[in-house]
């Protein structure tokens, strides 16, 4: 915790160049506590940030030379491939137009799952052609607060809403109340992900927007392999990965079973 940076970082900031620094600095006069304890948490994370990367990348380093000095070879960096090189023309997006019906602390979890797809993507011999869409608003703050380096990710990033973006006869929604089952992808299409996190507060919210909007929908072919003892509503990340491992794999069934956690209580229809 706070003595954390003060054993790591010598010469550097400390927690009490911070606590310096927070006696210093001017809060709006009509602030709150618990608007005061946000900022205050917020301008921490920003006090240390460079710090916390360059222990990331000493930590690496010396894990680098500890493998060499075990005769390990040293870990090769993986190839990446940009979205203009790669060979898969498969686009999946994350619909980020709920802001108004989510949480500081949903939000929050939104843009660690939007990071999720990032990196599962960017690890991809031939990654999707991702998109993120009407990203402005509290998800758009919270990346610019807490993401550091997002801008510079090879993503299609639009603050447009998806109906400005694309006809609605290319929009296949995916989501879990839609009465058709998806098969197969088309790179004609884009296939659309709610950035939605609580969805038991507003059921079928997706569903409902996406009928709205004149958009195709379906639903991942979950019930076709698998029985679950929740709901089949999954988080962003992991309709993301069932897509990415499907792609990958050429099988439903076993881009459901290596992306759903245990605790859903997936059953095989086959056994």
Known sequence: GKQWYQRRVRGKKTQEDFEQFIEAYEFPPDITKSGKKKLTKKLHFEFFKKIRRKIEREKLKRKKADRVSEGQPAPKRARITRLSDSTCKLRVAVDCSYDD???????????????????????????????????????????????????????????????????????????????????????????????????????????ERAVGAGFSHARLPIDSYFTMATRKVLTVCHVFEIVKHFVELGSWERAIKATIPSRKGLESKND
């Open 101 to 207: 019906l989510m949480t500081e602390k949903d939000i929050a979890k939104l843009t660690k799952q939007i990071q999720r797809c990032y990196t599962l993507n960017r690890h991809m011999n031939q990654p999707l052609q991702f998109h993120l869409t009407n990203l402005q608003g509290k998800t758009l703050s919270r990346m610019d607060d807490c993401i550091d380096g997002y801008k510079n990710w090879d993503v299609h990033i639009r603050r447009e809403a998806l109906a400005d973006l694309f006809p609605a006869s290319d929009v296949v929604y995916l989501c879990a109340e839609s009465e058709n089952t998806l098969t197969e992808f088309t790179e004609d299409k884009i296939y659309v992900i709610g950035g939605f996190v609580d969805h038991n507060a507003h059921k079928g919210l997706a569903y």
